[in-house]
């Protein structure tokens, strides 16, 4: 099947080597940039293509680090941004004043992922030292527990939004692992694909207990995490799946690559 060829409503671009992250505010219209020049640009998003004013403007743009950022999460109830970066150190910056809130070192190797509580003033995060911590920025940002079990690093955590008390983490030790917090042990781990797996997202939408995963293997997987079965292998990349996520309303699936393009697809029948 020949690739859908999409129109680009809007190309941003600023003056950079790779981006590592991208996040969209919930309700401003911005989405943030981590980019491995450590700068990061609050942008005004690719939706507001679809609008009348056609303006794409830079609105902030403040230096972290010299090191890359790889991941960084947007804390509207708080006005937080949250980065985590290669130096090992998490950052939190108030995004309408630029002023630093809070800098600790959070791991002993580089921190992939960040990952923010939809309600308690928790943030998950994942690092090649394969540790996952839980810090309570009520407490001081004190973490208040370690995850181990991962043998290889630990590349995303996601809070599952239909049980928030649980997450999932991916790992290039293959395994994908579901957590309880409060409890120091995985409740089940998946052997999910034959090469490391990169990134893993919940299905929001609906009473489907799925969550996906993308994989050095160059596939995506959905699986129910309630009989632990994988339902469909998404097939057609490749190389290595770096991107995967169910959207939160529309029946779609999106899958990104390190070969350069985006698939979308059906969530039901799972075709292009």
Request: hydrophobic share 35%; net charge neutral; aromatic share 10%.
């Amino acid at each position: 099947m020949q690739p859908l060829r999409l129109e680009i409503k809007r190309k941003l671009a600023q003056r950079s080597e790779r981006v590592k992250s991208v996040d969209l505010h919930p309700t401003e219209p911005w989405r943030s940039e981590w980019a491995t020049l450590s700068k990061c640009s609050i942008l005004n998003p690719i939706m507001m293509a679809f609008s009348l004013n056609p303006c794409m403007s830079m609105v902030k743009s403040f230096e972290v680090t010299e090191l890359p950022v790889r991941s960084a999460k947007f804390v509207a109830r708080k006005q937080w941004v949250v980065a985590g970066a290669d130096d090992m150190f998490i950052r939190v910056y108030n995004y309408n004043t630029m002023d630093k809130v809070k800098v600790f070192e959070a791991h002993t190797d580089y921190i992939r992922c960040v990952c923010v509580h939809p309600t308690l003033p928790y943030v998950l995060s994942s690092s090649d030292d394969v540790l996952i911590k839980l810090w309570d920025w009520e407490k001081g940002w004190m973490c208040t527990q370690i995850f181990e079990g991962h043998s290889h690093y630990v590349m995303q955590v996601t809070f599952n939004p239909k049980d928030t008390n649980t997450f999932a983490s991916a790992s290039l030790d293959r395994t994908v692992k579901i957590w309880n917090l409060g409890s120091p042990d995985p409740n089940f781990t998946l052997d999910a694909h034959s090469k490391g797996v990169n990134c893993v997202d919940y299905f929001s939408g609906g009473d489907r207990p799925y969550l996906i995963t993308g994989s050095d293997d160059q596939t995506a997987k959905i699986w129910d995490y309630q009989t632990k079965s994988c339902v469909q292998t998404l097939e057609g990349h490749t190389h290595n799946v770096s991107a995967v996520c169910f959207h939160p309303e529309l029946p779609i699936i999106i899958t990104g690559s390190e070969d350069g393009t985006v698939r979308i697809w059906h969530a039901t029948t799972y075709r292009l």
